[in-house]
T-cell receptor, first 114, second 111 residues
Framework: GQNIDQPTEMTATEGAIVQINCTYQ??????LFWYQQHAGEAPTFLSYNVLDGLEEKGRFSSFLSRSKGYSYLLLKELQMKDSASYLC???????????????FGKGTKLSVIP | DVKVTQSSRYLVKRTGEKVFLECVQDMDHENMFWYRQDPGLGLRLIYFSYDVKMKEKGDIPEGYSVSREKKERFSLILESASTNQTSMYLCASSADSEKLFFGSGTQLSVL
């Protein structure tokens, strides 16, 4: 089964740093994705972690601890355009089928204020 | 750039109608997915396919079926639409073990 938990909403100030946490319980875990979704648009890929540790990509970084079932997305130097929902998505491998599927958390709606 | 195209942006149907939602991708991806997204519930996986003519149930397959006759096309079928199937439907595709690319979505209203 799957259980994914992330905060529903967060507010942060332009130029600041914000950390969005995600905990998960995923059988057959095989990596974790973060997606960004602006209102009325489709989700777009932000980052992917399969090994423990930090992956840095410009202003965005993502961390994974497999043993703790925990990940976070770190956004630095916040800009107004970062106001969006951020979706945590653990991937699991389907046993015997050789296929993968992503299950998404409900998302964290981030509001960046001046 | 990968392109995932969903045939309609908005669709209005009547209860009991048979509804087809079409999705086409142009990157020769093996895997295709159908999700629905509802406020407060997030994205939920309906069905997915990892090869032509192959399909697997996701977390909420009840009331839906799918068809994948060609690699580039994945169709979602609502055999008899009901009001609780009013939702935003998102199609996605991926190569093996890779990230998902999403279409723009179809907002379906069932009256």
């Amino acid at each position: 089964g799957q259980n994914i938990d992330q905060p529903t909403e967060m507010t942060a100030t332009e130029g600041a740093i914000v950390q969005i946490n995600c905990t998960y319980q995923t059988s057959g875990f095989n990596g974790l994705f973060w997606y960004q979704q602006h209102a009325g648009e489709a989700p777009t890929f932000l980052s992917y972690n399969v090994l423990d540790g930090l992956e840095e990509k410009g202003r965005f970084s993502s961390f994974l601890s497999r043993s703790k079932g925990y990940s976070y997305l770190l956004l630095k130097e916040l800009q107004m355009k970062d106001s969006a929902s951020y979706l945590c998505a653990p991937r699991r491998e389907n046993s015997g089928a050789g296929s993968y599927q992503l299950t998404f958390g409900k998302g964290t709606k981030l509001s960046v204020i001046p | 750039d990968v392109k995932v195209t969903q045939s309609s942006r908005y669709l209005v149907k009547r209860t009991g109608e048979k509804v087809f939602l079409e999705c086409v991708q142009d990157m020769d991806h093996e895997n295709m997915f159908w999700y629905r997204q509802d406020p407060g519930l997030g994205l939920r996986l309906i069905y997915f396919s990892y090869d032509v003519k192959m399909k697997e149930k996701g977390d909420i397959p009840e009331g839906y079926s799918v068809s994948r006759e060609k690699k580039e096309r994945f169709s979602l079928i609502l055999e008899s639409a009901s009001t609780n199937q009013t939702s935003m439907y998102l199609c996605a595709s991926s190569a093996d073990s890779e990230k998902l690319f999403f279409g723009s979505g179809t907002q379906l209203s069932v009256l």
